[in-house]
């Protein structure tokens, strides 16, 4: 049996649609019939060769998350059967084939069912935005309802599913945006800032009485995780999927804050702690049927054929929240 993928030989070389093998489900996986792949800022790092913590050595098929349809179960598999519609983080770093194919024989514990409430495209658009902001928010600063969070950069990818997790949790939401994404930050749930238009210690000052923010989300990293550093109020914590580079903590320290990083793609490179990566993305689906979660999705369409044009949407900085390659 065989299917199409993308195959990228060389790093920043082009995507080749390849006939190749169609993988067999081994002990503990599910081989999915991909409808969707959705596109991450990470994979054109990944496909650049830039993005050294996340390995995938060539030839390659790129695409982090993707959603489709069970074909195939392997053996110990009781929790999927043929014909459930799943969505997931499964692959594409590592040496692990991504999803910009038709098919792929995943590790079970990293998937969960599609919510319902979603089509493939979004549920596609959803699985690393959501588990990067779980693990920042949830298992790392442990947010309750009735705290200020602050999140960096709330109209991105991880950002728009941060802002809305946090409101979902019941905390009152901030988030930094540029001007023309304010409103869809306030559709989401968060009371916009603009940026560009207001210094750290103005926003601060403005919205928490110069006391600073609980929680502060950075999805932006560079000088934006210093900007949060400055935001945090005393024993507060920032946290940040987006920690590298050199960074001052004494504002950190002034405040006895607290700092924690994300590595979101650990259980996949690793294989450690995979089934935490289903249980988040079960909660995902918990929000999303209750009408609090929905990704926005870029509406221009691409697929297999025309999935380079989708990369540069990407690389040039111009995709509008996630970008979605239709599979089939």
């Known amino acids: 049996m065989s299917m199409q993928a993308l195959v990228l030989k060389q790093h920043n070389g082009p995507l080749e649609l390849t006939t190749v093998p169609r993988p067999e489900p081994a002990a503990g996986q599910v081989l999915v019939r991909i409808v969707a792949s959705g596109l991450n800022p990470l994979d054109t790092k990944i496909r650049s060769g830039s993005a050294a913590h996340a390995e995938h050595p060539p030839p390659l098929v790129l695409g982090i998350d993707m959603a489709g349809t069970v074909d195939a179960v392997g053996d110990g598999i009781t929790t999927f059967r043929p014909g459930d519609e799943v ?33 493939m495209r979004e549920a596609a658009a959803l699985p690393l935005a959501f ?4 693990a920042g928010i949830v298992d790392r600063a442990h947010l309750q309802a009735g705290k200020t969070v602050l999140v960096q950069g709330g109209a991105g990818g991880v950002g728009h599913v941060a802002v809305q997790l946090a409101h979902a949790l019941g905390a009152h939401v901030f988030a930094t945006a540029s001007e023309k994404d304010l409103e869809l930050v306030r559709q989401l749930g968060a009371t ?10 103005d926003y601060v000052a403005a919205h928490t009485q110069g006391e600073g923010f609980d929680l502060v989300v950075d999805t932006v990293g ?14 507060g914590h920032v946290v940040s999927a987006l920690g590298w580079g050199t ?21 996949l490179l690793t294989g450690k702690l995979r089934a935490h990566h289903g249980e988040m993305l079960r909660e995902a689906a918990r929000l999303a049927e209750a009408g609090k979660l929905r990704p926005v999705v870029d509406p221009r369409r691409f697929d297999l054929g025309s999935a380079e044009a989708a990369y540069e949407l990407v690389t040039g900085g111009t995709a509008r929240t996630k970008v979605v390659v239709d599979i089939v």
């Open 87 to 119: 969505y997931g983080m499964t692959g594409g770093v590592g040496g692990i084939q991504g999803s910009l194919a038709q098919y792929a024989a995943v590790d079970a514990d990293l998937l969960a069912h599609k919510p319902a409430s979603l089509s």
């Open 131 to 134: 588990i990067t902001a779980y």
């Open 192 to 201: 916009p800032i603009d940026y560009r238009a207001q210094s750290v210690e």
């Open 222 to 235: 560079g000088a934006t995780l210093d900007a949060s550093f400055a935001a945090v109020k005393h024993f």
């Open 247 to 267: 960074h001052a903590l004494a504002p950190l320290s002034f405040r006895e804050a607290t700092y924690s990083g994300v590595f979101t793609l650990y259980p």
